[in-house]
Nanobody
């Protein structure tokens, strides 16, 4: 059974940093692509960043050069380092992995104050 648990969210001032973690149970992590998505109040869930099983990363334009996605296959964990945070980054952040199907975590709240 695959389960994803995010952590690391919180309240931070604009310009600050946070690192989100997502621990994945099960055996498919190392062969799965992984990603982070955000959902702000009243808005649809949006793609933020993704990383392939081979380690290639891609980013939404809004976070490029500020966020870094990485993974540790031995720890079955995917990370999202968020720097230079802005109030508009405030959202619930969800972790997702995908192989033949996708799996989602329950999210972690990130609030950036101005």
């Amino acid at each position: 059974q695959v389960q994803l648990v995010e952590s690391g969210g919180g309240l931070v001032q604009a310009g600050g940093s946070l690192t989100l973690s997502c621990v994945v149970s099960g055996t498919i992590f190392s062969i799965s692509n992984a990603g982070w998505y955000s959902q702000a109040p009243g808005k649809q869930r949006e793609w933020v960043a993704s990383i392939t099983s081979g380690g290639s990363a891609n980013y939404a334009d809004s976070v490029k050069d500020r966020f870094t996605i990485s993974r540790d296959n031995a720890k079955k964990t995917v990370y999202l380092r968020m720097d230079s945070l802005k109030p508009e980054d405030t959202a619930v952040y969800y972790c997702m992995i995908a192989r033949t199907q996708s799996y989602w975590g329950r999210g972690t709240q990130v609030t950036v104050s101005s």
